[in-house]
């Protein structure tokens, strides 16, 4: 089992709609959890950081961490075609791991 | 502020052959890191430096892989002999350092990384 899990996709939604993002993990231990965006041909970019549970809003995006089953969220409200990208999640405690990236397409 | 350099974007080789990848990190940032990002597949972190000591290089394939940061400032990632299953993006990032946890949860900032064809 991979320590982070993630829907490989693609995920396709018209624009304006609201997005969801998973991952799981496998590690009780866990404290650390970022989203990362990473265009086609680009390096990945820091979306939103948090850290142990709970809610963070940057914006359209929220960010959620339920640890009680180790599942980490992210919701893009209103989506843009310039939200098409990949989405990798991050976490641990140590050492940090990379999920596989979720590809998403907004349409007009 | 400028971010973070790679060079080259592009690279085709033969199996066998070597390559080097250069990564000039952005000013003042002590922390740099090298990632293998294969097709479909998450970053995996390679080798990580703090100024020009390696702080974890446990998924660094030694007998083929090697890396430097001479000076603290810029790295070279190598590949020698170069196998098939090398064929991947190589990613570079830096960061200021670690936060007061010890662990580096500070922003990443990557560079849009050198794509490597082995045939």
């Known amino acids: 089992q991979k320590e982070v899990e993630q829907d490989p996709g693609p995920l396709s939604v018209p624009e304006g709609a609201i997005v969801s993002l998973n991952c799981t993990y496998s590690?009780?231990?866990?404290?650390?959890f970022m989203w990362y965006r990473q265009y086609s041909r680009k390096g990945p970019e820091l979306l939103m950081y948090?850290?142990?549970?709970g809610n963070k809003e940057d914006g359209r995006f929220t960010a959620q961490v339920d640890k009680s089953s180790k599942y980490i969220s992210l919701f893009i409200r209103d989506s843009q075609p310039s939200d098409s990208a990949t989405y990798l999640c991050?976490?641990?405690?140590?050492?940090?791991?990379f999920g596989a990236g979720t590809r998403l397409a907004v349409h007009p | 502020e400028a971010g973070v350099a790679q060079s080259p974007r592009y690279k085709i080789i033969e199996k066998r052959q070597s390559v080097a990848f250069w990564c000039n990190p952005i000013?003042?940032?002590?922390?740099l890191y090298w990632y293998q990002q294969i097709l479909g597949q998450g970053p995996k972190l390679l080798i990580q430096?703090?100024?020009?000591?390696?702080?974890?290089d446990s998924q660094l394939p030694k007998d083929r892989f090697s890396a430097e940061r001479l000076k603290g400032v810029d790295s070279t990632l190598k590949i020698q002999p170069a196998k098939l299953e090398d064929s991947a993006v190589y990613l570079c990032?830096?960061?200021?350092?670690?936060?007061?946890?010890?662990?580096?949860?500070?922003?990443?900032?990557f560079g849009e990384g050198s794509r490597l064809t082995v045939l």
């Open positions: 990032a830096s960061s200021l350092g670690p936060g007061t946890s010890g662990l580096n949860t500070g922003e990443l900032f």
């Open positions: 590690n009780s231990a866990f404290q650390y």
């Open positions: 948090t850290y142990s549970s």
């Open positions: 991050r976490g641990g405690y140590n050492k940090l791991i």
């Open positions: 000013s003042g940032h002590a922390t």
């Open positions: 430096f703090q100024n020009n000591g390696v702080v974890d």
